[in-house]
């Protein structure tokens, strides 16, 4: 999990239980902020697509990228 996400994640949880539960106005902000990092991650979509094959001998794999639209 690549870091910046990690980050994200805990300060969600953190900004959560501590700023709205807990009535911390700091962690709120923070938990605010990794919140609005979070959804720029997902609005981009720069999620990498990982993809684990085995081959026997003698076969091949052909990797072909398509710009969007294409196919």
Do not use: C, D
């Amino acid at each position: 999990m690549p870091v910046l996400e990690r980050v994200a994640r805990v300060g969600i949880r953190r900004g959560f239980r501590e700023g709205l539960v807990g009535g911390n106005q700091v962690w709120l902000a923070l938990g605010a902020a990794a919140l609005g990092v979070r959804a720029l991650q997902l609005v981009a979509g720069r999620r990498s697509v990982v993809v684990t094959e085995r081959l026997n001998p003698g076969e091949t794999l052909l990797i072909r990228h398509f710009l969007p639209g294409e196919q």
